[in-house]
C-alpha cells in the first residue's frame, strides 16, 4: 500500500499547473569504475595580422575657444578628406575623443593667467590593407594631422584559425591523457568532458609610432611590418582510465 500512496501522490502533483511550468530536470551524473584523468591543453596557431588600427588627429591652439576650435575642424576636415580619398570606409573611421582646453601661465606669487585653448579630436581608423597604412599617414600629416598613435594590428576574422587552435587543443589533450595511461600502465577507455576555457589569443602586436605637433613623418618612410600573431585556445578534459 505504501507504494501505491507514494506513486498516487506524484500524479497528483505532476498533474498541477505550477509544476508543469517549473519542470526539476535532474542532473546527469557519470559514474566511473576507474581512474579520473583530468588535463588542460593549449591548441596555438599563428596568422599574419591583416587590420591595423591606428588613432589619428588634429591639436590646435588659439587665444580663444572659438578660435581653437574652428582651426581644429577646418584641419580635421583635410585628414578626413585625405582618408576618404586612400579609400577608407566610414565605417572604418570612428571618433575617439574631442576636447577643448584651456592654458594657463602660472608665475610665483600671481593668480594664473589664461593664455589661450587647446582643441584635440582624434579618430580611430580602421585599416584592412596594411600594405597601404604607411603611406596613408604620410598623407594624413601632409594634410595637418598632428597626432599619430599606433598601430594595433590584430586579426579581422579569427574563426578559422581559432577552430584550427582548438583542434590542436583536443589533439595535445588526448595525446597527454595516453601518456599518462602509458606511465600508470593503465589505458584511456574513453572522454568525460571537454570545457574551453577563456582567453583566445596573446595581446595583438603594438608597433609604436607617434606624431605630434612640430614632428613629421617622413614621406613614405612610415612602413608597418605586420610579422606574425599568435593565437591560442586552451581547453580542460576528462578521461577515465583503467
Do not use: C, W
Amino acid at each position: 500500500m505504501k507504494h501505491v500512496y507514494l506513486a498516487a501522490v506524484l500524479l497528483g502533483v505532476a498533474g498541477s499547473p505550477a509544476f508543469a511550468q517549473s519542470p526539476v530536470v535532474a542532473p546527469i551524473v557519470q559514474t566511473i569504475s576507474g581512474t579520473r584523468l583530468d588535463v588542460s591543453a593549449t591548441g596555438e596557431v599563428s596568422r599574419v595580422p591583416d587590420v591595423a588600427i591606428i588613432s589619428a588627429g588634429v591639436q590646435t591652439r588659439s587665444a580663444t575657444a572659438t578660435g581653437a576650435i574652428s582651426e581644429n575642424a577646418a584641419r580635421m576636415e583635410r585628414v578626413r578628406a585625405a582618408l576618404k580619398a586612400a579609400g577608407i570606409a566610414d565605417r572604418d573611421i570612428q571618433t575617439s575623443n574631442i576636447s577643448l582646453n584651456p592654458e594657463y601661465r602660472y608665475v610665483e606669487n600671481q593668480p594664473p593667467r589664461l593664455t589661450g585653448y587647446t582643441a584635440s579630436n582624434q579618430v580611430n581608423v580602421r585599416f584592412r590593407d596594411i600594405r597601404n597604412t604607411g603611406r596613408i599617414l604620410d598623407a594624413l600629416v601632409a594634410q595637418g594631422a598632428n597626432q599619430i598613435n599606433g598601430p594595433s594590428l590584430t586579426i579581422d576574422k579569427p574563426e578559422a584559425a581559432l577552430d584550427e587552435a582548438r583542434a590542436n587543443a583536443i589533439a595535445v589533450g588526448r595525446a597527454r591523457a595516453e601518456l599518462y595511461a602509458r606511465a600508470l600502465g593503465m589505458r584511456v577507455v574513453r572522454l568525460l568532458s571537454v570545457t574551453e576555457g577563456g582567453g583566445y589569443g596573446s595581446p595583438p602586436p603594438v608597433v609604436m609610432m607617434r606624431a605630434e605637433r612640430g614632428m613629421a613623418v617622413g614621406a613614405a618612410d612610415s612602413k608597418i611590418d605586420p610579422g606574425e600573431q599568435q593565437l591560442q585556445v586552451t581547453v580542460s578534459m576528462s578521461f577515465e582510465l583503467r
